[in-house]
């Protein structure tokens, strides 16, 4: 079957870095999204990686390996408003999306 | 600005009542949208993929006569939740891509419906 797994929730201190994994299973790969959920709305885009390596943007970054079904997003000098929900989703071979349940970080003053 | 405009954003309705949800694209067209439900602390579950001017593809437990998905324009997805029971509760969001098959989703503002 296809699974997600990521940690249901992270607390970090204001200013900080952490670093949140998600490792994937899927029927073929086409890519990695990762999205940022507050509570209430709507995710939004942070980023997409399909090759190995890491993409940085901004305070934020991105990890994937691919032969190891793993990738990690790196959040740098936190504030208090990226506390939110961050969600991995893997595109498999039919371009469907499969969806971690999210990781919920907490950040603390 | 948001390229995906979602309507209404909150509704409350009497149990056996009909909700209409829209989704529209705003300055692209989007021959495909989807629909997602979202229960409290727990990730996105895909509906259905609603497809411009053919029929949605639901997915596997999802009944397609109690959620119709009309998609009669490439700018507009509508969902409708018939004769709905509390247990029909949650967020609903809404998403389209941007053309290429690859690119990530906008995401709607969501529509947090709550049944009585």
């Excluded at chain 1, 997003?73 to 936190?78: A, I, M, Q, V, Y």
């Excluded at chain 1, 990226?82 to 499969?98: E, G, T």
């Excluded at chain 2, 006569?65 to 507009?76: G, Q």
Aim: charged share 15%; proline share 3%.
């Amino acid at each position: 079957g296809q699974n997600i797994d990521q940690p249901t929730e992270m607390t970090a201190t204001e200013g900080a870095i952490v670093q949140i994994n998600c490792t994937y299973q899927t029927s073929g790969f086409n890519g990695l999204f990762w999205y940022q959920q507050h509570a209430g709305e709507a995710p939004t885009f942070l980023s997409y990686n399909v090759l190995d390596g890491l993409e940085e943007k901004g305070r934020f970054s991105s990890f994937l390996s691919r032969s190891k079904g793993y990738s990690y997003l790196l959040l740098k000098e936190l504030q208090m408003k990226d506390s939110a929900s961050y969600l991995c989703a893997a595109l498999d071979s039919n371009y469907q999306l499969i969806w971690g349940a999210g990781t919920k970080l907490i950040i603390k003053p | 600005g948001a390229v995906v405009s979602q309507h209404p954003s909150r509704v409350i309705c009497k149990s056996g009542t009909s909700v209409k949800i829209e989704c529209r694209s705003l300055d692209f067209q989007a021959t495909t949208m989807f629909w997602y439900r979202q229960f409290p602390k727990q990730s996105l579950m895909l509906m259905a993929t609603s497809n411009e001017g053919s029929k949605a593809t639901y997915e596997q437990g999802v009944e397609k006569d109690k959620f119709l998905i009309n998609h009669a324009s490439l700018t507009l997805s509508t969902l409708t939740v018939t004769s709905a029971h509390p247990e029909d509760s949650s967020f609903y969001i809404c998403s389209a891509g941007m053309g290429q098959i690859a690119s990530p989703l906008h995401f709607g503002n969501g529509t947090r419906l709550t049944v009585t």
